[in-house]
Each structure stands twice: as C-alpha cells, then as structure tokens.
C-alpha cells in the first residue's frame, strides 16, 4: 500500500541499529507509524525532530502491516523555540497528547488544521490563549464538546474571575475569559493557569483516567510555568 503526504512528527523511538520508527500525523490519513531507514544518520536526524512538519512517501505490502517511510523536511518548527523553554514545551505538550489519544489511521481534518493555525498564532505574544483554545477544539475532534456556550453569566460574573460550573455531575471551575463572548487577549497567570487545569481535568477525565494513560509531563511542566 503506498501513498504520501505531509504531517507533524509526534514521536521516534530507535529500531534496530541505523532505523527508528515514527509516529506521524498527516493530513489525509490522521495518525500513522512507519519505519525511516537510516534515520539515525546525522542527515536525516538532524531534520526528523518532534513537531517539524514533513513530507512522507509510505510504502507497505498490507495494510496489517508496519510500513516504510522516506522522509523529506517541509519545515522546521521545533529550532524556531529551542531558546524559549515555554513555547518548546507546549511543542512537546502538543506531539504528546495527540500520540496518546489520536486512533490510528483515523483523519481528523478539522484537528490537523487547527494545529496548523495554532503553530502560526504561536509567534504571538498572546499564543498561550491560542494553545488553551487549541485544547478545546482538540476535546471536540475527540468526541467531547463541554459546550461552555450553556453556561450564561450575569452581570456579576463579568467582574468576577472565575465561576464554578458542572458538567457530566463533576465540577469544575472556569476562568470567565472562557465563558465571555468578550475574549481577552491581555491575561494573567493565575486566569491561565485556571484555564489550563480546566482542560487538564477534562482531559484526564473523558480520555486519559479512562484509558489508563498517563498524562503527559512535558503538559504538568507547561501548566506550572504560569504558577
């Protein structure tokens, strides 16, 4: 079976002595793991770093079957951060939480366009409200929509920071920038971190506690840089 097309690398792991096996997640045919031969020369591992985005030409005898990828580098995303720890751990926090809960072989269109946008809104001063949004599109494309538009505020939530809600008999508490039709660019840590341990309790309740998987590091070290 062979085809290609463009995607994130979301993780590598050593394969015997010159190849490595790589999860990819691609436009067209969602998550997909593959052989590189040679991947451990300095050419090719120089270019085959968690979130840089690559060109994939796969090949295999069946579809039950691990398959051969050549790669090719599209663009460099990791080495645009490598001297800015928080945007590089939200980088991993990303390639993470997708390698974990995305199916194999599923599309998800809509996801990989959104990750897409969010690496460009990721130059912006403001890109941690981009990446919290991000999270919250990613809770739909898996098949959970908190649906925060139900939960109408009153003239004194507005002023207030923080408002606790139920969903599915658990409680949570939301940061109001989440729930207002009047999105703020400008936040503090504290509305950040409220913000990021929302998705995180979601998170963990509808698809990692679940799957008995833990939850990644690399997202607890992204949340607690905003503590």
Known sequence: MNWEDEGFLLSKIKFRENAIIINV?????????????????????????ISNKIFVIHSSKSENKLGYFKTEL???????????KKKTTALLSITSILNLLLPESQP?????????????????????????????TLLKELGFDP?????????????????????????????????????????????????LSFTRNILNNKFFFPNNLSFPKS???????FN
Request: no cysteine; charged share 25%.
């Open 25 to 49: 997640f691609t436009n067209e045919r969602g998550k997909v793991s593959g052989i590189v031969y040679g991947g451990t020369s300095r050419k090719i591992r120089n270019f085959l770093q």
């Open 74 to 84: 599209v663009e460099a995303v990791s080495p645009k951060y490598f001297n800015n």
């Open 108 to 136: 998800h269109k809509r996801l990989f366009v959104s990750l897409n946008n969010l690496l460009i809104d990721l130059k912006k001063e403001n890109w941690i409200s981009f990446y919290i949004s991000w999270e919250l």
């Open 147 to 195: 649906f925060l538009e139900q939960f109408i505020l009153n003239n004194k939530d507005e002023s207030e920071k923080y408002k606790i809600v139920e969903i599915d008999n658990i409680k949570y508490q939301i940061p109001i920038f989440l729930l207002s039709k009047k999105k703020s660019a400008d936040l503090d840590n504290k509305q950040i971190t409220m913000a």
């Open 219 to 225: 997202r607890i070290i992204l949340e607690n840089y």
